[in-house]
């Protein structure tokens, strides 16, 4: 990773080797280059309001009194957090002439009481609904993949993922509803968190399933996401601790429904990556969960998406549905022709979807499988509606599955230098957040290897 970690940026700012001052400076410069992309990673930058609050950090850490060893170390916030004093437009025009929020999320605010600071709101699919990163209202941030050709960098949290990557901000605060911290995060070629949805408090977020929502971090390490998910979850900050060994991990690779599509690109990298966990002493072993496969067909009327974005969008779109991207407009409609009872037979089919695949991945301290089957497609590939439809469902299958399930699950870059970007992806039980982000950080060193 060309940038430096949140653990790094605070050893740095410790040893006075930097102030929050010099962090937030270059990043406001990076966001600003007129070469990079900074203009479509972020819809505010709030310059004025980031300069004072370093200015008081490195006050503050001078006098003895900072608040935490990572305050000043700047970060960025997904378009749909509420700030207090600002719009929450959460991606769309429709939102122009809200109301400023009356009060920061808890999960911003917790990360504001340790001290970080936010630079800006960055970019995402409007209303937080596909996979893909594209927003025609605000333009489409580019994949560091193949910036020539224009390549996705992967949704909702597309911004987050950009600004990351390119070193505006040590990481971005998203949303991941089917998968939108982890796809952004593969195709990036950064590390995506969803945690468990129920430890991070939704409230201050603008919702697209209250089923299914969950708050994560973007990041460049595991570590820079497990410090982030601590605080916004309310718990004690992170420590990395002794490492754990790879030997001994059972890892369960799902076959079957996600293997279905893989790029040859993803395919090399995934399996190389099995091979070097193989070689470092993990158990692996092929994990068949037919119930997975009945995923879709649970989906078909629509989805906990479709029904609860549908029952949340239906006053503005009253008299904003002019406002929308006609794409994201489609997907929201189909709630709309969900019956009570379709809602219904979707919830009792989750309930048994889950406690069968419960069974079958008991035994296995992770099951794993490529983040998404295919590398950055190009943003020009998906202008069509046809294939910005395929696309896009093949990008969500497989990250989707954890949202489905309730579980906690993470992304983490597993290409070779000068490679596109492909994610490993782990899944791990229900609450089970802490041991999987362990996992994750040891994995993390034989990958990138």
Known sequence: MPFPTIAQAADDLAAGRLTATTLVEEALARIADPQGEGARAFIAVQGEQVRAAASAMDM????????????????TIKDL?????????????????????????????????AGFVVLGRTNMTEFAFSGLGVNPHFGTPRSPWDRATGRLPGGSSAGAAVATAD???????????GGSCRIPAALCGIVGWKPTASRVPLAGAL??????????????????????DSLMAGED?????????????????????VTEGWE?????AFERALARLSAAGARIEKLDVPELAEIPSANATGGFAASEAWAW?????????????????????RGERM????????????????????????????????????????????EEETEYNRINLLLLRNTSVANFLDRCSISLPCHAPGEAPVGFMLMGERMGDAKLLTIARAMEAVLAA
């Open 264 to 268: 040859p690109a993803v395919a090399t």
């Open 207 to 228: 919702p697209l399933s209250f089923t299914l929502d969950s708050l994560g971090p973007l990041a460049r390490s595991v570590g820079c996401c497990a410090l982030l």
């Open 339 to 382: 019956s009570a009872a379709e809602y219904i037979e979707l919830t009792q089919a989750r309930t048994r979807i889950i406690a069968a695949v419960a069974r079958r991945t008991a035994h296995f301290d992770a099951v794993v499988t490529p983040t998404c089957p295919l590398t950055p497609p190009a943003i020009a590939a998906v």
């Open 81 to 113: 957090y509420d700030q207090a004093g600002q719009v929450t437009r959460a991606g769309s025009v429709a939102l122009a002439d809200a109301a400023p929020a009356a009060a920061t999320a808890p999960a911003v605010a917790r990360l504001e009481h």
């Open 167 to 177: 070193g505006m901000g040590f990481a971005g605060l998203g949303s991941d509803t």
């Open 237 to 257: 900050p992170w420590s990395p601790g002794l490492p754990l060994p790879v030997a001994g991990l059972k890892l369960g690779v799902l076959q079957g429904y």
């Open 313 to 333: 969008h239906r006053p503005l779109l009253a008299h904003r549905r002019d406002a929308y991207d006609p794409r994201i407009l489609a997907r929201i409609l």
């Open 60 to 75: 503050l850490r001078a006098a003895g009194r900072a608040p935490s060893p990572w305050a000043g170390i700047p970060i």
